[in-house]
């Protein structure tokens, strides 16, 4: 199985990461590793994070949860109140936050790594991000991540992010930590999170991992004259 490495620049400047999520908790559920990851490998990069749907108590709890997930990133929260479990009924407010969000993206210098709910999801709100989001990020690596739910909508993802043991842990940890409202939720457990990140790390010879889909991916070999010069597999 080959591997690509993501979000180097040829100029050495930081990445941009835009994280698009319906709900809060959405991104840090389906991309918290990565997120995790990301601060350690690229401090400095922008983290800029949309949420659609939120009250003011859901939205401190993400606000928080952000901070600590992208420690060390430059990181922007925009947090929206669009009703929760209605958003195809306000798609047009939808699409004008991901047009927004686009357009602060390229003020940035452009996304390196676009993160939004998958296609295959079934709730209503995480399915129609991931349907508009490549209307808005057309010419971007759009990852989806996954989020375990009772829908049973899990499916055989291709894109792979092995996760340390300690990474998993503390993702976990802070999912618990930054948003008490969930506790009730009979899904929102560490089982729930560890076995995942722990099947997903099974179909790619880790012990754990995250798992994206992705509809579409470029790729590129270096240039004759640069084939002893490292370049980025994938953008």
Do not use: N
Request: aromatic share 6%; charged share 25%.
């Amino acid at each position: 199985m080959g591997g690509l490495t993501l979000l180097t620049r040829e100029d050495g400047s930081p990445p941009v990461v835009v994280a698009l999520g319906a709900h809060c908790d959405d991104v840090e559920i389906g991309a918290g590793a990565l997120l995790l990851q990301l601060a350690e490998s690229c401090p400095g990069a922008r983290l800029q994070v949309l949420v659609l749907s939120s009250t003011p108590d859901r939205e401190a709890e993400a606000q928080a949860s952000l901070e600590a997930f992208g420690a060390g990133l430059e990181l922007e929260v925009t947090v929206l109140a669009l009703p929760d479990g209605r958003l195809p009924a306000h798609w047009d407010a939808v699409k004008e936050a991901l047009e927004t969000a686009g357009a602060r993206s390229r003020a940035a210098g452009g996304a390196d790594l676009v993160l939004s709910p998958s296609r295959q999801d079934l709730h209503q709100d995480h399915r129609l991000v991931a349907e508009l989001t490549p209307t808005v990020f057309r010419d971007h690596l759009v990852l989806g991540y996954e989020i375990p739910k009772w829908d049973g909508d899990l499916g055989r993802p291709a894109v792979h992010l092995p996760v340390t043991a300690e990474v998993a842990e503390r993702k976990v940890e802070l999912l618990a930590g930054h948003y008490p409202s969930q506790r009730m939720r009979d899904w929102f457990d560490r089982e729930t999170f560890l076995g995942l990140m722990r099947l997903r790390g099974v179909e790619c010879h880790q012990r754990y991992a995250e798992a994206y889909w992705c509809d579409k991916i470029v790729v590129g070999l270096p240039p004759a004259d640069r084939h002893d010069r490292e370049v980025p597999c994938a953008s």
